[in-house]
């Protein structure tokens, strides 16, 4: 208390006589003698000594700040608790005085306090609480919060494994959401990823305070669509609609269903990855029945997005014209790439690299089709003999779609689908032969196949009245009756 006392004299007398050096002087002699020295009394003895002296300066100690900030945290490291403790309190005071002053060293702030988040002394913890709550006040009051510097800390934080500072980082993305003049949504793709890793925490707390944040995103996304990155964060969902937790999952799949709706085509391009996700779901049982209910309107909504005008590409050109669609307000310009030798969910990966660039609904885009991927997803699906019926029947509803939207495009695979098409005729299931014989019948009487001399169709040479099909009995028997 007297050094305290003392201090405060001294600072003042400086403040009145405008002596900026001298103040200098004082800062430094607490932080290089005392705070940083390597006795703990000392320490202990220059954290005070700090806080006093921000205190002194009152509204001057934003002039300060940075000498008067570093030092205390430094001494969020200490080995000895009880300093670490001194060292929030002695903050507490700094940021208490400087209030909006702070907000140009938000970063090591935060850094420190995601740390201490996590220390494993209550009072600690406890302490840092405070200092939190008050830096969080001082954000939602200021609107000079620096965003974009402040995003590559988060997206670096949100990867902790630790329960105590996801609880940490999940607190603060929810008071920035909650800030009018805080435009969080523009930087959704960069802590997307993360947010799901969050919401697998063991953690019922956290997992539903992330569960509040990604709802609260969504709710803007639907509010905004115009103003959503969908395609930046196209695959992010791809991925964690494959996630072995059901909450991850679903909430996945929710968001891809709202994506696919709210963007239109302009998720055209990612359509390999989102079928390697959503197929198998729609195999699932009972116990999973709200993920398959989800993936049934994702896969529905997909295959709506097909048009015939998908067929009428140019092969000499990497995408085609198109009106815009009325549900899509941004589109995109380049497609994931194509590759025979790629899975659908590596082609989303190479998809997400791809550059961007969204129009306005009321001019035209222009969207490509990714069929080999598609079929090739698809493909792989129906060869996988694990797969249920609900998949195998989905997977020929898309042939028997390709078929009819886009006949020329897709004709050049049918050799390759034929060694697939025909064994699935002998399927334990009525309904999976059904709908395998309205896709082979759709190929028979198919125009792309008979056309000589016009489009892609040619490359293929396929006729359908050179194909002998074998129909295994059962299948025979069920065609007749």
Known sequence: RVLSSSLHRLVREFVAQNNASQIKHVIQ????????????????????????????????????????????????????????????????????????????????????????????????KSGSELLDRLLKDIVTESNQFDLVGFIPLLRERIYSNNQYA????????????????????????????????ILGDNSKEIRKMCEVALGEFLKEIKKN????????????????????DDLIQLTAMCWMREFIQLAGRVMLP??????????????????????????????QSLMKLVIPEDDEMDEAKPSTTLPAEPTSEESLSKPEAASSGESGLVQANRALN???????SSERIQVTLNLDGIVQVLDCQLHD?????????????????????????????????????LP??????????????????EIASSPAGQTEGQGPSDASDV????????????????NSS
């Open 463 to 478: 006729r359908p009245g050179s194909v002998e099909l074998h129909v295994p009995a059962r299948a025979s028997q069920l």
């Open 29 to 124: 002699i607490l932080s290089q003698e005392f705070a940083l020295s390597q006795h703990p009394h000392s320490r202990k003895g220059g954290l005070i000594g700090l806080a006093a002296c921000s205190i002194a300066l009152g509204k001057d100690s934003g002039l300060y700040l940075k000498e008067l900030i570093e030092p205390v945290l430094t001494c969020f490291n200490d080995a000895d608790s009880r300093l670490r403790y001194y060292a929030c309190e002695a903050l507490y005071n700094i940021v208490k005085v400087a209030r909006g002053s702070v907000l140009p060293h938000f970063n090591v702030l935060f850094d420190g306090l995601s740390k201490l988040a996590a220390d494993p002394d209550p009072n600690v």
């Open 166 to 197: 996801r609880q940490f980082i999940i607190s603060w993305i929810l008071v920035l959401e909650s800030v009018p003049d805080i435009n969080l949504l523009d930087y959704l793709p960069e802590i997307l990823d993360g947010l799901f890793q």
């Open 225 to 244: 669509p115009s103003s959503v990155k969908f395609a930046e964060m196209a695959n992010i969902l791809v991925i964690h609609c494959q996630a072995a």
């Open 424 to 441: 699935t005729l002998s399927d334990e299931s009525d309904e999976v032969i059904l709908k395998d014989l309205e896709v082979l019948a």
């Open 354 to 360: 791809q550059p961007l660039s969204f129009l306005c």
């Open 270 to 299: 990612y359509s390999s990855g989102i079928l390697t996700a959503v197929l198998p779901c729609l195999s699932y049982d009972d116990r999973k029945k709200n993920i398959k209910e989800v993936a049934n309107v994702c896969n």
């Open 385 to 421: 003999t694990s797969i249920g019926m609900m998949t195998r029947v989905a997977v020929l509803k898309w042939f028997y779609h390709l078929y009819i939207k886009t006949p020329r495009q897709v004709f050049r695979h049918t050799d390759s689908l034929f060694p697939i098409l």
